[in-house]
């Protein structure tokens, strides 16, 4: 039978880095500041985006102390209870809206206790502790009473977490080949040669309006949220049920581009098909053999760029399907288009599986996660199933 005791927050930890209460002095180069937007649901390290920086002497002299490797990110405010393990070396230092957890070795194993400070059962314990209506905050004093159980061997939280980390390094695996597809896709296109045309040449928005009610249950939807920044394939998905306002229609293989603030950069290739928010447009290739040209023309660093400079001065930048077309992009030729149109397709299809691949080990890993830390599954069946997958 699997021992469990209850215990405190406080108690499983050696150390919290702590740097709250204090605004720090930033620079244009320098260290990695991170900061509570840069720590992603579900995503097992941070995520470099809207970073600020600092020198060399406020790294060395303005902070208490500094994340260790295999420190704990916990966010105390925005999002509270959001957590990311620091890696080794470590790459960045950490902004006042949260703290790093040190494990103490002889209580706690590091990664296990990452792993259930991310169930189901400790994260509604927090949500319950939160203050503050506007900004939900955690403060640094409840964390004694945050009280759950954890395994009592060091040996089996050290195998539960094997088994949970080998499914987020598959998914790192993935993301890492998606993003590397990306860049091919674009650095390839930025390289080509050739004289300027109009992007509305080879594009059309599709103006085609969906009331919800006419929508079919389990329905593929995009709203801003799941257009990640500066990547052309979706990683998350929603389904049109969790909505109700008019939406628009889109096909597979249609370009999904962001109106509301461009300099967000949110282009992806549609997956299947579906209906996405109204702040979207929605762009489709006049000639389906140069789809994956298109692609690269709207997702291009150059189109969002004209895009922002046509919004600029309004109150809301917003882009216009009249801004969007108008957008000059480098035509190659008849055969190199088509060429590099049928590359993109290819690598589009595989960063698509790809993703969908993660999608599945995604819920793979959260549908065990409760159930190895309840003892409701033992870790030798969940290597088992993970072995199937992996």
């Known amino acids: 039978m699997t021992s469990q005791s209850v215990r405190s927050l406080p108690e499983l930890l050696s150390f919290i ?173 930025t390289a080509m040669a050739g004289q300027s045309r109009l992007l509305g ?35 998350t998905v929603g389904v049109a049920s969790d909505v109700t306002s008019a939406k628009s229609a889109f096909h597979e293989g249609d370009i999904l581009f962001g109106k509301l603030r461009p300099y967000f950069h949110k282009v992806v290739a549609a997956e299947g098909n579906g209906v996405c928010s109204t702040d979207i447009l929605v762009v489709r290739s006049n000639d389906p053999g140069l789809a994956g040209f298109v692609l690269a023309a709207c997702a291009s660093d150059d189109t969002v760029r004209a895009c922002v400079a046509a919004s600029e001065g309004t109150r809301m930048p917003r882009t216009s399907w009249k801004d969007l077309r108008s957008v000059p992009v480098i035509w190659p030729g008849e055969s190199t288009a088509r060429s590099f149109s049928v590359e993109v397709s290819m690598k589009s299809r595989f960063a698509g599986g790809l993703i969908r691949e993660s999608r599945r080990l995604m819920n793979t890993r959260d549908e065990l996660l409760p159930l190895l830390m309840s003892g409701k599954v033992r870790v030798r069946e969940a290597e088992k199933i993970v072995e199937g997958i992996v």
């Not at 620079?27 to 991170?34: K, Q, T």
């Not at 002299?61 to 966010?75: C, E, M, N, S, Y």
């Not at 209870?81 to 703290?99: F, N, S, T, W």
């Open 17 to 189: 880095v702590d740097n709250r209460g204090r605004s720090c002095p930033t620079s244009d180069a320098g260290i990695p500041l991170i900061a509570t937007n840069c720590l992603k649901e579900g995503k097992r390290e941070v995520v470099f985006e809207n970073i600020r920086y600092v020198d060399e002497h406020t790294h060395a002299t303005w902070f208490r102390a500094h994340p260790k490797p295999g420190d704990i990110l916990f966010v105390c405010k925005g999002s509270p209870g959001r957590v990311a393990m620091v890696p080794d070396p470590v790459p960045y230092c950490i902004a006042q809206d949260m703290v790093a957890l040190r494990a103490n070795p002889v209580a706690a194993d590091a990664e296990y206790l990452y792993y259930r400070l991310r169930s189901p059962d400790v994260r509604a314990s927090i949500a319950n502790m939160h203050v503050g209506t506007m900004i939900p905050h955690f403060k640094k004093g409840d964390f004694n009473k945050l009280r759950f159980t954890v395994h009592d061997s060091i040996s089996e939280q050290r195998a539960i977490a094997e088994v949970l980390r080998s499914l987020d390094e598959k998914i790192a695996i993935n993301e890492r080949i998606v993003l590397l597809l990306d860049e091919w896709v674009r650095s390839s296109f």
């Open 201 to 235: 040449e080879f594009a059309s928005n599709i103006r085609k309006q969906v009331n919800p009610l006419d929508v079919e249950p389990g329905t593929p939807y995009y709203g801003l949220e799941h257009l990640p920044r500066r990547q052309m394939w979706a990683s």
